[in-house]
């Protein structure tokens, strides 16, 4: 029930944000000074003044927020079309909202007094004293700021400008998918196909229901709109990826990207959080952690995500002496290694990394320096474990990663499989069985086979999200808002695919925040969890 209270309350808002022509307001703010609109935009997004000091602001029971927890886009969201923080409900604070009249038995309170619309004055006095343009409270959640007169203008400009324009009902919305130039061809295409297929079924439409209602109007034209796919391959090194990517955006703007696959993706991240794109949950091995970033999300952290769970498992053990094997070319490795060693040095142990050169085998002498008591931590791909066959195992307690790994059928020869504890950021084989089940079938539906269960699962993850944000955000879907609906619905999603469960909330960019340590049974060589499912 509260579920479905939550969802009509934000239609309601939604739909009175929707009746007062946010367009003429977006219009008003585009004549505003430039300077104005840019401070107006660090006070909402960041709490942040002109000469750069931390905006201050007091709320009930003298309690102070400066700086970015005085931000207003902390309840109001980016958007500015606010939403739910528990039981209670923050409003909207568009253009659109604030400077039209609000007619009785309309707006968020319990009975709808309606207000006149707010003016400059109106406005000041609200920031500031906690008083809307009717004379009434504002709720105590509402923190009364400390704001000069151009402070007050600033915001007015940028709140006018609120929320995006939104994306046109009709025609063709279009999409893009990103490969990395050093992931395999067979890998890129699972990926591909899993996407095509989710959006053809998309613009097939609704499929028609026996005994059931039909769609409401407004519905059945937003299940309408056709998408369609771009697949951008990405060439050379990373320093020319974000330009690679503006160019291929100039050519044809996209409204977000969706899945994706690579190692590493920081030149991706940057394109979507300097462009305003939404950057949906690609495969990657080492995503990138920004705590400031907010359109890219991502699935799980990957490696490191493992890198937390070793650091974990070998901190009670003060005098383990750490070694890292990776490759020096592999940027995911590297990203993981780094994450591993910060972790130990916080816990006073040190780490040394063995780094193989590009194109070098790994050979008996990679290892030589390894000693018995080490603690080996390998962030190695398959061709490297496989090549183990020809080292014997030196130290007694090694670790392998599962994502530079590939797939759960880690080549390792037997030799090794007693001392190793494999780090998984995934849900166990057999218990997401039922689940990779079902896109098993759905592949086969739509003429496509499981090959590639890792990238498979987290493009139909990554489709299925967007396809249910894009519903939910209906006549207000801007970049923004979409990120926002992706980070509220996450939770709901039963399309989980190698996740136990999945979640976002404000500020959360990493849906999967657990994972195992797991051993190769002697018998079956299946995984076996070694303790429960953590957090590191």
């Not at 977006?26 to 750069?52: F, I, K, N, Q, T």
């Not at 504002?138 to 929320?163: G, H, I, N, S, T």
């Not at 130990?344 to 070098?360: D, S």
Request: with cysteine; glycine share 10%; hydrophobic share 45%.
């Amino acid at each position: 029930m509260r579920r479905s209270w939550r969802a009509a309350f934000g239609a309601l808002l939604l739909s009175l944000v929707g009746s007062w022509g946010a367009a003429a307001f977006a219009a008003d703010a585009a004549s505003a000074p430039g300077d104005l609109l840019a401070l107006g935009r660090a006070l909402y997004l960041e709490g942040r003044r002109a000469d750069g000091s931390p905006l201050v602001a007091g709320r009930a029971g003298g309690l102070l927020l400066t700086g970015a927890e005085a931000a207003c886009a902390n309840c109001h969201r980016r958007s500015g079309l606010g939403g739910a923080e528990g039981r209670s409900y923050i409003p909207p604070v568009t253009g659109a909202a604030l400077f039209t009249a609000m007619p009785a038995g309309k707006g968020p309170s319990a009975l709808g007094d309606g207000r006149p619309a707010y003016a400059e004055a109106s406005l000041a006095h609200a920031l500031r004293e906690g008083v809307d343009a009717s004379g009434r409270k504002l709720d105590f959640l509402m923190p009364r700021y400390r704001l000069d007169d151009r402070e007050v203008k600033a915001l007015q400009a940028w709140l006018r400008a609120l929320p995006q324009a939104p994306v046109a009902e009709a025609g063709v919305l279009h999409f893009a998918t990103v490969i990395a130039p050093e992931v395999p061809p067979e890998r890129g295409e699972a990926m591909v196909g899993v996407l095509q297929a989710c959006f053809e079924e998309h613009n097939a439409g609704p499929q028609p229901e026996r005994g059931r209602r039909k769609l409401a109007a407004d519905m059945r034209q937003r299940e309408g709109r056709k998408w369609q796919l771009h697949v951008w391959q990405l060439q050379g090194p990373q320093d020319g990826w974000e330009r690679q990517l503006s160019q291929r955006a100039g050519e044809q703007p996209v409204f977000a990207l969706v899945g994706g696959i690579g190692r590493h993706w920081q030149p991706v991240h940057g394109f979507c959080e300097r462009s305003g794109v939404p950057c949906l949950f690609p495969h990657v091995d080492a995503p990138v952690t920004d705590p400031a970033g907010f359109y890219p999300l991502y699935l799980g952290k990957g490696a490191l995500l493992e890198a937390g769970l070793v650091a974990r498992d070998i901190a009670p053990r003060a005098e383990a002496r750490v070694t890292q094997v990776l490759r020096e070319d592999d940027a995911a490795a590297e990203a993981a290694a780094e994450a591993l060693r910060r972790a130990l040095a916080e816990q006073g142990i040190a780490t040394r990394e063995l780094r193989i050169p590009a194109q070098a085998p790994l050979t008996p002498g990679t290892l030589a320096a390894v000693q018995p008591d080490d603690t080996l931590m390998l962030w190695l791909r398959p061709a490297d474990l496989q090549r183990l066959a020809a080292v014997a195992p030196v130290a007694a307690q090694v670790y392998v990663s599962a994502t530079l790994a590939q797939n759960d059928k880690l080549p390792l020869p037997e030799a090794w499989k007693a001392r190793i504890l494999v780090a998984y950021p995934f849900e166990l084989p057999q218990r997401r069985a039922v689940r990779i089940g079902q896109l098993r079938q759905w592949l086969q539906a739509n003429g496509l086979a499981l090959s590639d269960e890792r990238v498979q699962a987290d493009a139909y993850v990554a489709c299925k999200a967007l396809r249910t944000a894009m519903m939910e955000a209906e006549d207000h879907l801007g970049p923004d808002y979409l990120v926002e609906r992706l980070e509220v619905n996450m939770e709901r999603s039963t399309a989980t695919g190698m996740y136990p469960r999945l979640a976002l909330g404000n500020g959360q960019r990493f849906a999967s925040k657990t994972g195992y340590l797991v051993r190769i049974d002697d018998r079956s060589g299946g995984l076996v969890p070694v303790g429960e499912r953590t957090t590191p």
